[in-house]
């Protein structure tokens, strides 16, 4: 159970020019007709014909990240700001505001710049409150600088829709 | 030396070429000025510097948890080395020992990392010497590759996974049979492409005792990882320093006696053969329990605790806003990535964020010899040598 030293087998000089080559050539047409091959039969290992057909993207995926919306339509984020501290582009801004409700704090202004964001996933790790987390969605291309600003109303997503995130984080959780 | 071609009663001055710093094959943004006679290289001058971004500055700003994501950005093509050596850097500078299947997952990662890097750096040289089938195989093995490390972290390339005192997240499951899977097939990619390039006659030609660095040279310049072991030097620090698991795990340690630009790709090509067979080997023995350590100075509390506790609560609080309880002091370390030896070099002033953030990256070390290798050989001699270099420029740059 150790690292041994090997030295690398060098192949020898080169006697045989046309062999070789021909080897190669064997690999590509194989390869061709694999190719052929998986086509005919559907395969899409590697071709996905994006806007038509989607990547099979893994549970832990992570996109952009987005607030979660409570069934009453309300956020469940308390404007407490760790995900601001968190962020190492800072580019959330939080402006918290006060109500007569149970819950009375929440984010007056909550804004993300999204052409700063790098998915990180830190917000969704600082947060206290499961009130940030990363979605599935990173189609956010816009046509200018204004429209990568996203603001409160544009970043609320009702937690139903966000239940792959939350089943892959949930059990994340029980951790010390 | 003028090679001997300049006719003086010409008086015709060597021809300087501009070599980058954006060229189809400088795949990082590098100017090499060529000073040439004929095809003859007199001098060549290494410029780097082009993809400058202040790491080193940036790190002093921001607490050492959100400096981690940056060291994705040092070697993009494997982030997670970079990512293991800050965090261990930190994990030094506190003294924690990190839970034994962090390790395991830690070294999956890397490993996984080396294979892409490798895959990348193979793929990437074969093309720019006119092999571009070879390289869509590696890209093919390069994909599966990344699709692990997607499984395992939720990025391909950007990936975030190791945090300081644990990683971002356990190895999901089925990992086992869903790496043998790819892994396979990626390995078979990596043979193909071994079976087109190492014996073609157009490959060896431009690879075979090109770019020769002596071995006194290498040391000279502080030449590490494939480089150095291609000089015939077993220098590999998963072997002379061990960390993480490695001491427990069973691999080869490919060197080469020419030093030429054909060994540094034969030494590469093993190595992801060796990769593989150290990620089955931890995939078999990796055991059960927590991937986290329960040290409440550096690594977040559990949400479990967070949601429903206010001590935990405080914590989170505290360890966010304040980035965590580090000692005064000094470290260095240093772990064996793809192009050689990164370290980070922290300097602690006892607050979250690190006083002083240097680091060691092999690029810069690899590309140092860069001009005397090619001194005195032909203008072809350029391209296979950059490549087996395998310079990143963000590593290199910084």
């Known amino acids: ?176 | 030396m003028l090679g001997g071609g300049l006719d003086p009663a010409l008086n015709a001055p060597p021809m300087r070429l501009q070599f980058g710093p954006s060229h189809p094959a400088t795949h990082g943004t590098v100017r090499i000025v060529l000073d040439l006679d004929g095809e003859q290289i007199i001098n060549a001058d290494v410029q780097v510097g082009y993809l400058h971004r202040g790491f080193e500055k940036e790190c002093e700003s921001g607490f050492y948890y959100q400096n981690i994501p940056y060291t994705d950005r040092l070697n993009y093509s494997s982030p997670i080395l970079c990512n293991t050596a800050y965090c261990m850097a930190v994990e030094k500078l506190l003294g924690i020992k990190t839970p034994e299947r962090c390790d395991y997952i830690r070294v999956i990662g890397c490993e996984l990392s080396r294979m892409a890097d490798h895959m990348l750096c193979l793929g990437s040289s074969a093309m720019e010497l006119a092999a571009f089938t070879p390289f869509l195989y590696l890209l093919e093995a390069r994909e599966l590759v990344l699709d692990h490390i997607d499984a395992m972290c939720g990025a391909r390339v950007t990936t975030n996974a190791v945090r300081i005192g644990g990683v971002y997240s356990d190895l999901p499951e089925g990992f086992r049979e869903f790496s043998r899977v790819k892994l396979d097939r990626a390995l078979e990619l990596v043979e193909d492409a071994h079976k087109i390039l190492t014996d073609n006659i157009v490959f060896r030609r431009r690879m075979e005792g090109t770019g020769y660095l002596s071995p006194e040279d290498l040391i000279a310049y502080g030449v590490t990882g494939p480089m150095l072991r291609a000089g015939g030097i077993a220098l590999d620090l998963r072997r002379t320093q061990p960390y993480l698991v490695y001491p427990q795990l069973d691999f080869d340690v490919p060197v080469g006696e020419h030093s030429d630009n054909f060994d540094r790709y034969l030494v590469r090509m093993e190595e992801i053969r060796q990769s593989r067979r150290i990620i089955a080997q931890c995939l078999e023995r990796i055991p059960t329990g927590p991937v986290n350590v329960d040290d409440p100075r550096c690594r977040w509390p559990g949400k479990n605790q967070v949601f429903g506790r206010m001590e935990e609560l405080i914590d989170q609080f505290k360890l966010v806003t304040e980035g965590g309880l580090f000692p005064p002091g000094e470290v260095y370390f240093a772990l064996e990535s793809a192009n050689g030896e990164i370290g980070f070099y922290l300097v602690s002033d006892g607050t979250g964020k690190p006083y002083k953030c240097r680091v060691r990256s092999p690029s810069f070390s690899n590309m140092s010899p860069l001009g005397h290798a090619l001194k005195g050989r032909q203008l072809a001699d350029v391209v296979p040598t950059f490549g087996m270099t395998n310079m990143i420029g963000g590593e290199c740059d910084r």
């Not at chain 1, 893994?58 to 069934?71: H, N, S």
Request: proline share 9%; net charge positive.
């Open chain 1, 1 to 176: 159970m150790a690292a041994r030293v090997v030295k690398v087998a060098r192949p020898q000089p080169m006697t045989r020019r046309w062999t070789p080559l021909l080897v190669g050539l064997g690999v590509a047409i194989a390869h061709f007709f694999r190719n052929l091959l998986g086509f005919a039969r559907g395969r899409q290992d590697f071709t996905v014909y994006f806007p038509e057909q989607r990547f099979v993207q893994p549970p832990a995926m992570r996109g952009m990240p987005v607030l979660v919306q409570m069934p009453n339509g309300k956020e469940r984020c308390v404007a407490c700001g760790l995900c601001e501290f968190a962020c190492p582009t800072n580019c959330i801004t939080i402006f918290p505001a006060e109500t007569a409700s149970e819950v009375e704090r929440y984010p007056e202004v909550f804004d993300i710049d999204m052409s700063r964001c790098m998915f990180c996933g830190l917000c969704e790790e600082a947060c206290p409150e499961e009130a940030i987390v990363m979605s599935r969605q990173v189609e956010i291309a816009c046509y200018s600088r204004r429209g990568s600003l996203w603001h409160k109303q544009d970043l609320l997503v009702p937690e139903a829709e966000l239940k792959p995130r939350l089943d892959y984080l949930r059990p994340q959780y029980a951790r010390k």
